[in-house]
């Protein structure tokens, strides 16, 4: 069974600052992986999605990388904003159907 | 709104009731899945349909959970005699390609 962890678990950073948030994976063999963004209570928001063929992608002030040899995956957020604080899910997929979640990431952006 | 709806929102039963959950996809979208979501974790497969067929299941999808996609439009998902630890988020999605598209979730609290 593919495993998915997200380190760190939580995250307080000061407005302005750009941030990295790691994702990593047992199975290298993966067929894609999407970033979600999920506010306390709520659905899962879609961010990003990168296909194993695929290094990065891009949108407005984030990237997202994927490094399958290593398992691992990095969300970068740019001067970041006191919106963007919710908890960051990373989900990847052998086949392109069931998902395999981490645990999330919480950020907090302070003012 | 075009996004992906469930219905309802929130639901509080006491065990050992049946309770139906529905998901409503975007139009377009011939796949459809349901997570559930317990609280400081992740997402957890528990199903998918292409179009009307049920491809995959969860061994978390016990004999009590039984789920539909009648004319591959909307899906349906009943608990049947519920238990307390059946108490979570449960979620759908939707998606046509890679690319999921969640719902905002049905809180389930079973009493």
């Known amino acids: 069974k593919q495993e998915v962890t997200q380190i760190p678990a939580a995250l307080s950073v000061p407005e302005g600052e750009n941030l990295v948030l790691n994702c990593s994976f047992t199975d290298s063999a993966i067929y894609n992986l999407q970033w979600f963004r999920q506010d306390p209570g709520k659905g899962l928001t879609s961010l990003l999605l990168?296909?194993?063929?695929?290094r990065e992608q891009t949108s407005g002030r984030l990237n997202a990388s994927l490094d399958k040899s290593s398992g691992r995956s990095t969300l970068y957020i740019a001067a970041s904003q006191p919106g963007d604080s919710a908890t960051y899910l990373c989900?990847?997929?052998?086949?392109?159907?069931?998902?395999?979640f981490g645990t999330g990431t919480s950020l907090t952006v302070i003012p | 709104d075009t996004g992906v709806s469930q219905d309802p929102r929130h639901k509080i039963t006491k065990r050992g009731q049946n309770v139906t959950f529905r998901c409503d996809p975007i139009?377009?979208?011939?796949?459809l899945y349901w997570y559930r979501q317990t609280l400081g974790q992740g997402p957890e497969f528990l199903t998918y349909?292409?179009?009307?067929?049920?491809?995959?299941k969860s061994r978390l999808l016990s004999d009590r959970f039984s789920a539909e996609r009648p004319k591959g439009s909307f899906s349906t998902l009943e608990i049947q005699r519920t238990e307390q630890g059946d108490s979570a988020m449960y979620l759908c999605a939707s998606s046509f390609g890679g690319l999921k598209f969640f719902g905002p979730g049905t809180r389930l609290t079973v009493l």
């Open positions: 989900a990847d997929s052998n086949t392109g159907n069931q998902f395999y």
């Open positions: 139009s377009e979208h011939n796949r």
């Open positions: 990168i296909q194993s063929s695929q």
């Open positions: 349909f292409q179009n009307e067929a049920q491809l995959e």
